[in-house]
């Protein structure tokens, strides 16, 4: 008899347990989601290959994996038949009980008892892997018992020598026990979940905190449409908890809340600079912060890869390498701008080449602005370790460095428009109107990210010519909005 196809999946039932609308949603109404932005895709496709990666672990096995993704009983069915045919190794097992199923990593069995693998491309066990684990053993368990269960993820301990080593590049945990403590909790939680799917309509569940967590939620566009452009969303420095709290009693648009409210500093500012519709401007402590800053100045921005499994000699998972920047350069402040930038070869370890052009296009002296310096100094830092011999260069950029985004997360400078946000990408427009990086094709570091790990399986000349083009375009815009910010201050402080 045919098997009755799944009304849950594993991904399913994760989604179900963030939040029950966004699992009804998903069944009857997908067309609704918003649309997967590329570097989500990146993570999905990174997930995908270390899990075939992790075959290493226990090589030889049978492939269970349906031929199409729609047909998953048939990879149910094989998973049977595998099994039974004494087959000890079994990649995307997969299992089907009261209509939910589950797909397994690696399943093995030794000495005659079954072990179960399921593998993550993080670098630690989180608790929602604890709860995805804990529905594969729910469903598992309920045809073929498991002596144990593992959560296998990358061990960024591993330094890479020569060839990947498996075994050291991941690490098993053991999360039998943790499983078998929340099995009734699964049970209720699939039978909740069932009667959801049945339900006529979407069940009435406002936006919260779950919108966001444990994963950004693909109906936010949905959800999140009644919502307005001058949301309380717009305050930065309050817990996410109390802003909720606020919209759902009724304070929607910050203008809701009332005058005698008081909040702390951070947020008095933000309200008090909406609430006159002008920028709060403290010139005293901004020609302070300037005061500090000398010419000839450098406007810098680094862009970093981080591949999950380490490419080059020497790194661990997921290390931050560096392999682009930009650099205005101002003699002085009336000075013409002068500008130049670095793209490393797609191919080769990108550290070397990056040092050495910075250590020459930042050499002899004047200040070196970075947007949030923990980011930089963390970069040289690393470097530093990497080429002990260049230390003593490194760490005279480093004594160089100063930060440019102090004036506006220490308040010296708040805008409305800044909408409680100090990131580059909010001060920007709110300070230079019309400057911004719409219309650019990469407007942001992660997606910077995704392309230049994606050039290194592009074999089109000219496709490869365009992304590198935008590469440079995007991290130039970086530290051209800092030299347009930097003016800015320079005015205010007269
Ligand atoms: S956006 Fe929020 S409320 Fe809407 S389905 Fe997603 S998690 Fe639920």
Redesign the pocket.
């Known amino acids: 008899m045919a098997l009755e196809k799944h009304l849950l999946s594993k991904s399913a039932f994760i989604r179900g347990l ?2 029950h ?2 699992l009804f ?1 998903y069944r009857h109404y997908p067309q609704l989601r918003d649309p997967i932005p590329a570097e989500r895709q990146a993570v999905f496709q990174r997930g995908t290959n270390i899990g075939f990666m992790a075959r290493d672990l226990f090589p030889g096995g049978t492939d269970a994996s349906p031929k199409n993704v729609r047909h998953y009983s048939e990879s149910v069915e094989k998973t049977k038949l595998l099994i039974d045919s004494g087959v000890e190794v079994i990649y995307e097992a997969a299992f089907q009980s009261e209509r939910v199923l589950a797909a397994l990593d690696i399943l093995v069995k030794k000495d005659g008892k079954w072990y179960g693998y399921e593998v993550k491309s993080s670098s630690r066990i989180t608790p929602s892997h604890i709860l995805d684990a804990s529905l594969q053993y729910f469903v598992i368990t309920q045809s073929l018992p498991l002596e144990d269960f593992f959560l296998v993820h990358l061990n960024t301990d591993y330094r890479r020598k020569g060839a990947i080593e498996p075994h050291a590049l991941f690490r098993m945990i053991s999360v039998r026990n943790k499983a078998l403590a929340k099995q009734d909790m699964i049970g209720e939680q699939i039978n909740n979940q069932k009667e959801v799917l049945n339900l006529a309509q979407a069940p009435d ?1 406002p ?2 905190e ?2 966001f967590s444990p994963y950004p ?1 693909d ?2 566009g ?3 449409k009644g919502v307005p452009e001058d949301s309380v969303f717009n305050l930065g420095g309050i817990r996410k908890s109390e802003l909720f709290a606020m919209y759902n009693t009724g304070i929607c648009r910050i203008s809701d809340i009332k005058e005698e409210t008081v909040f702390n500093g951070e947020v008095q500012i933000q309200l008090d600079a909406l609430r006159s519709q002008k920028p709060l401007i403290d010139k005293k402590k901004i020609s302070g912060f300037l005061s500090e800053i000398q010419y000839p100045l450098f406007f810098l921005d680094f862009e970093t890869t981080m591949p999950a499994v380490p490419l080059y000699e020497n790194t661990h998972p997921y290390q931050h390498l560096p392999f682009q920047y930009s650099l205005h350069y101002k003699k002085d402040k009336h000075s013409e701008l002068e500008h130049v930038e670095f793209l490393a070869e797609t191919h080769v370890d990108p550290r070397k080449s990056f040092l050495l052009s910075l250590l020459k296009h930042t050499e002899g002296w004047g200040d070196i602005l970075v947007y949030y310096a923990t980011f930089e100094r963390s970069i040289l830092n690393a470097l530093k370790k990497d080429f002990p011999e260049y230390g003593t260069e490194i760490d005279k950029r480093l004594a160089r460095i100063r930060d440019l985004i102090i004036p506006f997360s220490d308040h010296m400078y708040y805008d409305p428009a800044m909408k409680g946000s100090s990131s580059i990408k909010n001060v920007l427009p709110a300070l230079v109107p019309g400057f911004s990086y719409d219309g650019l094709k990469i407007t942001n570091g992660n997606v910077a990210m995704t392309v230049y790990e994606q050039l290194r399986s592009e074999n089109d000349l000219f496709v490869q010519e365009e992304m590198r083009e935008s590469l440079l375009a995007y991290c130039k815009m970086d530290t051209l909005a800092m030299v347009k910010i930097f003016e800015v201050l320079e005015n205010v402080a007269g």
Do not use: P, R
Request: aromatic share 12%.
């Open positions: 963030q939040c609308k966004s949603l569940i936006i919260g779950q919108c939620c109906f936010i949905h959800c999140w």
